[in-house]
């Protein structure tokens, strides 16, 4: 059974950092996209930056200069590097992968459990 596990989270200041990564357990045949959502209170959940598998990047546009989204096929992992928070940053932060268990099996979306992030002003 394939499991997303993120962390990183936290409580920071205005201006700080934060890193986020997220780890995938069992097996994986092939990660096509690897990406991170969040969802702040009472919003919808939204594409903050994701990654190919061929290393191409997007960000929205109020992250960009201040996050970076890198990966480690190997490892299965991803990382969220974010730099400059604002207030605006808080929310629960989600990993994503568009993966599949075999190559019979068809590309499936899987998700961590979430982990919190809030900036302080």
């Known amino acids: 059974q394939v499991q997303l596990v993120d962390a990183g989270g936290g409580l920071v200041q205005a201006g700080g950092s934060l890193k986020l990564s997220c780890v995938a357990s069992?097996?994986?045949?092939?990660?096509?996209?690897m990406g991170w959502y969040r969802q702040a209170p009472g919003k919808q959940r939204q594409l903050v930056a994701s990654?190919?598998?061929?290393?191409?990047?997007y960000y929205t546009e109020s992250v960009k200069g201040r996050f970076t989204i890198s990966r480690d096929n190997a490892k299965k992992q991803v990382y969220l590097q974010m730099n400059s928070l604002k207030p605006e940053d808080t929310a629960v932060y989600y990993c994503?992968?568009?993966?599949?268990?075999?190559?019979?099996?068809?590309?499936?979306?899987?998700w961590g459990q979430g982990t919190q992030v809030t900036v302080s002003s």
């Open positions: 994503n992968f568009h993966a599949r268990t075999s190559l019979e099996r068809p590309w499936s979306s899987y």
């Open positions: 990654i190919t598998s061929g290393g191409s990047t």
């Open positions: 069992g097996r994986m045949f092939s990660i096509n996209d």
